[in-house]
């Protein structure tokens, strides 16, 4: 299948599942969320052992995968911790960033192609930033506002590290070509390792954790199936596309439905000018990637 489509799918499960997890966070702690979520693709990749082609898996691919892994479940804890605490379509945007992470280090490790363009396109992204935090004129509000210092410390390590680990995919999948299942299947049971040690480390009580399971269960679920599915799409594009930026770019149009429906959906405030700015991010990713 064309990359183009298995991204843009990519981009539409991306939005849908940013919009079922702020409503499991909301009502739920993030680190219980996150936990089960990754159990429930770790068990979601067990019937996929059977049908995955293993054969170019090596010892190094799997130290790849591996290393990839770290990143991306500290990314998914990250990212999910500030959008428990803040809007969704505040917070969204800024992962639009990711690809300008992922771009660069493919720029210097993989001598991926950039051009006098991206600067400009660096410049509209920043840009974009700022503006989708002129609340009232003032650029200390939004998620900038005083005493969230913390949640944007949060979404942009969330992106430096989503970043890094795109680096990582692009490489298992591309340069190593292996099969798309057998990553998946690999990157998941690693996922559940690396949050299960997290959980254990910071155990909450069985009643809480019942409770938590009775109240997001069925969300839970489709969580799982919505995340096995978009990762799928994505994964496939990067092993076909000639540049992991352009890959990035399709998926991070994410932000935008994400900004103009769940805006919506949740009933937040100043949708349009978050449109407008998140508008202005992807333009600049655009240039930025192409």
Avoid: C
Avoid at 123 to 137: A, Q, R, S, T, Y
Avoid at 211 to 224: D, F, P, Q
């Amino acid at each position: 299948m064309n990359w183009f489509l298995l991204a843009f799918a990519a981009a539409l499960l991306t939005a849908g599942h940013t919009m079922l997890e702020k409503k499991a966070v909301s009502e739920g702690r993030t680190l219980e969320v996150s936990w089960i979520l990754a159990l429930v693709n770790a068990i979601f990749s067990i019937p996929f052992f059977w049908f995955a082609d293993f054969s170019g898996i090596t010892l190094p691919v799997v130290g790849y995968i591996f290393i990839a892994s770290v990143f991306g479940a500290s990314a998914l804890f990250l990212a999910t911790k500030s959008l428990k605490h803040t809007e969704v379509s505040e917070s969204s945007p800024f992962f639009a960033l990711s690809p300008l992470v992922a771009a660069t280090l493919a720029f210097l490790f993989l001598h991926e192609k950039i051009t006098g363009s991206h600067f400009i396109g660096f410049i509209l992204m920043v840009g974009g930033i700022f503006f989708l935090e002129l609340k009232n004129f003032r650029l200390l509000s939004g998620i900038f506002a005083k005493g969230r210092e913390k949640y944007v410390l949060y979404t942009l390590t969330a992106v430096l590290l989503f970043g890094v680990s795109s680096l990582f995919d692009r490489i298992i999948l591309s340069i190593y070509e292996i099969d798309t299942l057998a990553f998946l299947v690999l990157i998941h049971m690693f996922l559940a390792i690396h949050f299960s040690v997290i959980f254990l480390l910071q155990p909450i009580s069985k009643k809480e954790l019942v409770s938590s399971l009775r109240e997001n269960w069925y969300l839970i679920i489709l969580l799982g199936i919505i995340t096995y599915l978009q990762r799928y799409f994505y994964a496939s594009a990067i092993q076909v596309a000639m540049s992991l930026g352009m890959v990035a770019a399709v998926k991070r149009l994410s932000s935008l439905f994400t900004v103009i429906i769940g805006g919506s959906l949740f009933h937040e405030h100043d949708v349009v000018r978050k449109t407008i700015a998140t508008m202005i991010i992807l333009f600049g990713l655009v240039l930025l990637v192409w």
